[in-house]
């Protein structure tokens, strides 16, 4: 089975503080992984470590069996791409959608058409021609974050990190979402890092999965174990902690 | 003891009411659920409740809170009843508290003009150990920062608790915590109810949340309520195709592997009226007649389907 994310003793200090400690995971090639935790747990700063927002303090991350340290960032970008929450912070509000994508293909892929993958992206996360011509902020909350997975697509990436990509939506359309992510993961070529507080959505939406507490990964395994029979403490507390009603 | 009668809210510049005619009860030591996603006018309900609705908003209706008209109320009378009759407790405590305030300053004030600053000041003491903060003579001399989300959420209810209120509107109160403080708060909720016998409005867009705590549930799509009922017979035989859609698309930790069934489509915003049934766009089940004009609240549910 091939690796498409290799992470091995990931460590960062703020201070005194250490927001992730000696952590480590493998997400298989067209695979997904969960990495479950509160605030504080170190996941976010996790994510940022792999986009090289940040540098670690030790450890080492592959993608696709190469280095992140050695690489460039167009390089880097070509191998891993974030959705955040909210992607209002990070659309262009002047940029109408098709011009976003447009731009995007013109970085990487200078000299090829970019008309036909444009149409193809928008085809693929399910955005019309209205939607194609709107600026970010005349969309809704879940168009927005379609644009913003066809933004990190176009790129043709091996792993695609989503940050509470779906925390912000309404119910109804955060099942859309999810079923679109189950859609593109199904075609092929990528595969997920799932971060996220929410249990049930990592229960439907991944194979495998990380605990994080207080930087470190408490518990991993296989998602249907975890949730099913969890072995570490914390993890049963935030079982336990699910809302459920009794009827 | 509340009883929102008729009422309705709109907004300046908007296709259709945010609030369309809707009526509501809560009795003395009721928790009711007021459910709905974004644009459902659910949190517009809850400040209307507060006498908080937009000056240039065009309301009709009628909101009762034990017999008093709150749309009527001079400012005063408002004060009163926001502190004694119904206190808010907001979603996020870190937007709701000041960073520069002692929490004992906080809680303070809110009393000090009726009973004094020093009798405040004991009382609040006296509120931080009713919601369950360890070391309360300590927490009065805290600030903010030092003290965690869930500790926050705490001293927010704390403040709601203050004027002995009669009912407490909790708006998405857990909605900005960790899952783990969330079941803490859910908790103490509950068991302030048990206690002091206050009712409670709980506004959320978690329908499984609203399950944990909630007597009777009042689902709202786009301004209108669609569904209501106990509780356990909304779950168990939800009756509008929104409630049963939105059920459905909740994910569980119990349906492992599984996606959940989406809706089609979105809740329209305020711009956007679409005619008759509101949920006709994106309904399975979507007749003529549901275009034709909108489906009255017969026997707690909204839709053509359910009375055939």
């Known amino acids: 089975m091939n690796i498409d994310l290799e992470v091995r003793g990931l460590r960062k200090r703020y201070g005194t503080f250490t927001a992730v400690d000696e952590v480590s995971f493998d997400l298989a090639e067209g695979g997904s992984l969960g990495l479950v935790g509160e605030s504080g747990s170190g996941k976010t700063t996790t994510a940022r470590l792999l986009l090289g927002l940040e540098r670690a303090d030790a450890g080492r991350v592959l993608v696709a069996g190469r280095p992140l340290a050695t690489l460039g960032r167009r390089d880097r970008a070509r191998l891993i791409q974030i959705v955040f929450q909210d992607p209002l912070g990070s659309l262009d509000p002047r940029l109408a959608v098709r011009e976003s994508l447009t731009e995007v293909l013109r970085l990487h892929f200078p000299g090829e058409p970019s008309a036909p993958r444009v149409a193809e992206l928008l085809d693929r996360v399910g955005l019309g021609p209205r939607e194609a011509a709107a600026l970010p902020r005349e969309l809704s909350g879940g168009q927005r974050q379609r644009v913003a997975i066809a933004r990190a697509l176009a790129v043709r990436p091996r792993v695609l990190v989503l940050d509470e990509a779906v925390a912000a939506l309404d119910v109804s359309v955060q099942a859309q979402i999810l079923g679109l992510l189950a859609e593109i993961r199904a075609a092929g070529g990528v595969s997920y890092l799932f971060i996220t507080h929410d249990l049930a959505v990592v229960g439907c939406v991944t194979d495998h999965v990380a605990v994080m507490r207080r930087g470190r990964i408490v518990e991993s395994g296989p998602t249907a174990r975890v949730l099913t029979a969890p072995e570490h403490e914390y993890t049963r507390l935030l079982l336990d902690s699910v809302p459920r009603h009794a009827f | ?308």
């Open chain 2, 1 to 308: 003891m509340l009883e929102i009668d008729e009422l309705a809210v709109r907004l300046p510049r908007t296709a259709r009411p945010a609030i369309d005619h809707i009526s509501l009860t809560v009795a003395a030591n009721e928790t009711v659920g007021l459910v709905g996603e974004s644009g459902s006018g659910k949190s517009l309900t809850a400040r209307a409740v507060l006498g908080l609705l937009p000056k240039d908003a065009q309301i009709s209706g009628e909101i009762r809170m034990d017999g008093a008209d709150v749309l009527t109320m001079s400012p005063a009378g408002l004060r009163r009843h926001r502190t004694h009759s119904a206190a808010m407790i907001y979603q996020d405590p870190r937007a709701a508290l000041s960073p520069f305030r002692r929490i004992g300053d906080f809680l303070a004030e809110i009393l000090r003009e009726e009973i004094g600053a020093k009798a405040a000041r004991s009382r609040a003491v006296e509120l931080l150990e009713l919601v369950g903060l360890s070391e309360p003579e300590r927490r009065v001399r805290q600030y903010p920062h030092e003290l965690s989300g869930g500790m926050l959420q705490r001293v927010v209810i704390a403040a709601a608790l203050a004027g002995e209120p009669r009912l407490l509107l909790a708006d998405e109160p857990t909605t900005a915590l960790d899952v783990t403080t969330q079941a803490e708060i859910i908790g103490l909720l509950r068991d302030l109810r048990a206690r002091m016998r206050t009712g409670m409005l709980f506004i959320t867009h978690d329908l499984e949340l609203a399950a944990t705590i909630c007597d009777r549930v009042y689902v709202m799509y786009a301004g209108r309520i669609v569904e209501t009922g106990l509780t356990r017979r909304l779950f168990a035989e939800p009756r509008h195709p929104y409630t049963s859609g939105l059920l459905a698309a909740t994910p569980r930790v119990s349906a492992l592997g599984t996606l959940p069934p989406a809706i089609p489509g979105r809740p329209p915003d305020l711009l956007s009226a679409p005619p008759g049934c509101r949920f006709a766009p994106r309904c399975p089940h979507v007749m003529d007649s549901c275009t034709a004009a909108a489906p009255p609240l017969v026997d707690g549910v909204a839709c053509v389907k359910a009375e055939l």
